[in-house]
């Protein structure tokens, strides 16, 4: 009888629903990632004079509630708090790209990543919910419940002592 050596097994990929996942959360990286690097622009840079700027040009009142807000937090922006910020959506984005990466290649580490880190926000999302029923607060609710539920069952179908993807794991 044959031994098999390990470049002779068979490759096989992950589900498409996870392929799917691990595109959202490397886009939610890269989208964070490219905020941050915007706001490293904003250094030695009149922030309260740009967000003056910003609120004129979308035509918003800035005695109204959110404008007003939003120039008050301007008025109080220093280059530190730009760094912290940058230095924050870095570490945010290396670790959904990590995630992703992860996912993409079907590993169990990445799939505790998803399902844990989904379900962080599912409390705040139903308060948020509880105070206005809107359909972007809804979908973002029932995306996040059925990404952290799909993890589940991955992870539920892996056996036991399994570290890394298996064949069998994903085998319909």
């Known amino acids: 009888m044959p031994v098999n050596s390990p470049s002779s ?3 096989h990929k992950p ?4 392929r799917t996942i691990a595109g959202y ?3 939610k990286g890269a989208i964070v990632l490219l905020a941050g690097l915007g706001l ?3 250094i030695h840079h009149d922030v309260q004079e740009a967000g003056e700027e910003l609120v004129s040009h979308f035509h918003l009142s800035p005695s109204a509630h959110y404008p007003r807000i939003f120039l008050e937090l301007t008025a109080k922006v220093t280059d530190g708090w730009i760094w912290g910020l940058a230095l924050g959506s870095l570490l945010y984005a290396s670790l959904r790209f990590a995630e992703a990466y992860g996912l993409w290649h079907g590993k169990a580490w990445a799939e505790w990543l998803a399902a844990i ?3 962080i926000y599912v409390p705040f999302e139903i308060v948020e919910l509880l ?6 607060r809804t979908a973002s609710l029932l995306v996040n419940l059925i990404v ?3 993890m589940l ?3 539920w179908r892996r056996p036991r002592n399994e570290t890394g993807a298996s064949p069998e794991t994903y085998q319909r």
């Open 117 to 119: 880190s989904g379900a």
């Open 9 to 11: 097994t068979p490759v």
């Open 25 to 27: 959360e490397a886009a």
């Open 148 to 150: 952290v539920a799909y």
């Open 40 to 42: 490293l622009g904003l």
């Open 153 to 155: 069952l991955l992870l």
């Open 15 to 18: 589900p498409a629903g996870l």
């Open 131 to 136: 105070r206005k029923v809107t359909a972007l």
